[in-house]
């Protein structure tokens, strides 16, 4: 693109984007790998409840078992509340895409991600996992118009190659 590109839009942090966030950014683990941490806390509370040394501690740890394993399996509700809980939650996003790299701005969060910071980017079916030094973030495809995804993609074979 010969002329400089500045593209800005508004989004709210509603559940919708969270929920969008967690289903295009997280890989989730549907093995009993994911269950290992319960299953240790409740093999070792059962241990302890069989060899009469603590009552109260044993319970304690087979309750700690029985939750790491709710976590585990509500994984996504879990983190969507936390996300809900925040005071960023439901606030307006400024987005800007530029050619120097991508802004976030709200009255809680200032952030901008440089494209010469970003390792790689990803597409996905709603967005784009953008990696970077300080770890990996989402933006959405419904908060982009048509030219701006499309610049997103042409940085994204940029930083790829």
């Not at 394993?69 to 960023?88: E, N, T």
């Not at 895409?97 to 901008?112: K, L, M, P, W």
């Not at 953008?130 to 495809?141: D, E, P, R, V, W």
Request: aromatic content about 12%; some cysteine.
């Amino acid at each position: 693109m010969n002329q400089q590109y500045s593209y800005t839009t508004q989004y709210t942090l509603d559940k919708s984007h969270f929920s969008e966030c967690y289903d295009e950014s997280v890989v989730v683990d549907k093995t009993i790998r994911a269950y290992r941490k319960a299953i240790i806390f409740s093999i070792v509370g059962i241990a302890l409840l069989l060899t009469n040394i603590n009552g109260y501690a044993s319970w304690f740890i087979i309750a700690l078992g029985a939750l790491e394993a709710l976590s585990v399996y509500f994984r996504k509700p879990w983190w969507l509340m936390r996300q809900m809980m925040s005071k960023a939650a439901n606030n307006e996003v400024t987005l800007t895409i530029d050619e120097s790299g991508i802004t976030n701005d709200s009255f809680y969060v200032q952030g901008t991600i440089l494209w010469q910071d970003i390792n790689s980017i990803t597409s996905t079916e709603q967005g784009f996992l953008i990696k970077h030094a300080k770890g990996t973030s989402y933006l959405s495809k419904r908060s982009l118009d048509k030219q701006a995804t499309e610049f997103v993609s042409s940085k994204m074979s940029e930083t790829n190659d």
